[in-house]
């Protein structure tokens, strides 16, 4: 099994380049922040996004967990691959990975400023500083069921390039992008005003319901981790055609809540009543 080397200092775009330097080395795994990818979907590991501190998530990252350092192993002997691409903020931690994961050292090398221009870079890390900006080359859907953090939006994969990638790539182009507990605001805190507000405005547009009255309270259950309880009120209709209101309302007000404030919505508890709503 061959090794191939992608460093670089935190933030400067390694994870959204990493599909790209993947497939121009013809290599079908990926390691990156502590989690083994395999044709664009997470096979084993741990992501170190996940951790709730910076230390722990370097921990994470170099394997330091032997289950987890385990389950990888076990999963690169079943998949056998060729090649694999490693992530790391520089070539000593990609080493110290191979020798966790025990695979032979690296026999290429290449530094994100191979492949990334200054101003590029610059702007990675502007994301990573300022906005806790964090990119895992896994498509959002895949992403999703696994990744307890705050999911904001897919990243599409291709650049403007010379020759096509084959259909392999281009079935699963998406990188997500995720705000971490550990490189974002600490502990965050909203007043109700604020989560209210935001209720509101995420429903704005949708004629045949009325929120009537909004409380939230900080879940015990996660860091960062927000439970909503909504009172709404719903034009009559059948009761399919109600569930789908509630749905599609549940669904804008996490995403406009998590976008916004960078909390990750834990439950969101619903009171119907069917009456007049405008």
């Not at 722990?56 to 192993?73: N, P």
């Not at 020759?163 to 507990?181: G, Q």
Request: with cysteine; charged share 30%.
């Amino acid at each position: 099994m061959e090794v191939i080397a992608f460093f670089g200092p935190p933030g400067t775009g390694k994870s959204d380049r990493a599909l790209v330097v993947a497939y121009e080395n013809k290599a079908s795994c990926i390691i990156d922040d502590g989690i083994l990818i395999y044709h664009s979907r997470i096979v084993a590991g741990k992501s170190a996004k996940r951790e709730e501190s910076r230390l722990k998530a370097v921990r994470r990252a170099i394997f330091w967990d032997a289950e987890q350092r385990e389950e990888v192993r076990q999963a690169l002997e079943k998949i056998n691959p060729k090649r694999v691409l490693i992530l790391g903020t520089s070539d000593r931690m990609v080493e110290t990975i191979c020798k966790a994961l025990g695979l032979p050292k690296p026999s290429k090398y290449i530094r994100i400023q191979d492949v990334a221009r200054p101003d590029e870079m610059l702007k990675a890390k502007e994301a990573r500083n300022k906005e806790g900006k964090h990119v895992i080359p896994v498509p959002t859907m895949e992403l999703k069921p696994y990744f307890k953090g705050y999911l904001i939006d897919p990243l599409r994969f291709f650049r403007n390039r010379k020759k096509e990638m084959p259909k392999r790539f281009s079935e699963n182009e998406e990188r997500s992008v995720v705000r971490p507990v550990f490189s974002y605001y600490g502990k965050l805190s909203f007043s109700d005003r604020v989560i209210e507000s935001l209720v509101y405005y995420a429903v704005r547009d949708m004629k045949k319901i009325r929120i009537t009255h909004v409380r939230s309270e900080k879940s015990t259950g996660q860091m960062n981790g927000l439970i909503l309880f909504i009172d709404v009120s719903v034009k009559p209709g059948t009761p399919q055609e109600i569930k789908k209101i509630i749905h599609t309302m549940r669904d804008r007000i996490q995403r406009e809540i998590e976008h916004t404030t960078g909390m990750s919505l834990d439950t969101i508890k619903v009171n119907v009543t069917t009456g007049v709503t405008r």
